[in-house]
């Protein structure tokens, strides 16, 4: 059984944050320590056989098959009321998915990320879930928002909603062009980020939990993790082929 970091989503839901470790890729895919690692994407050029072993390992964790979404860095949020069948395909172009408890097949919901946010937000009782794509254009064109409004249209009360930020790159670690940085933080100011070494950043996190705390979430938990800098995630950022891990929620 996979072992995930886990994610505070509430008594109704489960969820939590894959890491390198438990799965059967090699190369640039693999575990810190060079064992088999648990990349998730097809699309990085991972061997498929292998990418599809580890996707069986964190549907067996689920309880069925995850939902994923071919992530586009958009707004465009889905609504998921069933599992998936067996197979490799995705929802369609989206960068949020909305799951929905109606009945025993409770739908798991999926991200997959190497640098950019992994969102996990859940209901108190679990009847609702949700897993977010957040990076720089997406934060800017709403992704969060767009969600929010989403699970309020289904009956959420977002004063009570649980929401997790996972590990991602962070502030220090995410230099950008400076009129890049100034056209996000025109939208989101407290993306606004400096590196370490000075330059011009972007804090993608801080640019969430801000987007979630002026809708009024107020239980918003942020892993202290950043992709760049701690090799049990895998980082485009620091090694640029490499794989995807996941962030996944169920009701629970």
Known sequence: MLELVPADLGPGARGGFTTRAGG???GPYSGVD??????????????????????????RWAGHHVAWMSQRHSNRVRLVTRPPGAGRSTLGGYDSLVGRRSGPGAPAVGVMVADCVPLLVATPDGGLVAAVHVGRQGLADGVVPATLAALTAEGASVPELYASLGPSICGRCYEVPADLREAVAAVVPAASGTTAWGSPSLDIPAGVVA?????????VQRLDACTREDERFYSFRRDGVTGRFAGVVRPA
């Open 34 to 59: 060079g064992s088999g690692g648990l990349n998730l994407a097809f699309h990085v050029d991972d061997d498929e056989d292998r990418v599809i072993a580890n996707r069986d390992l964190l549907d």
């Open 211 to 219: 987007q979630l705390t002026a809708a009024g979430v107020r239980r």
């Open 24 to 26: 059967v890729s090699w």
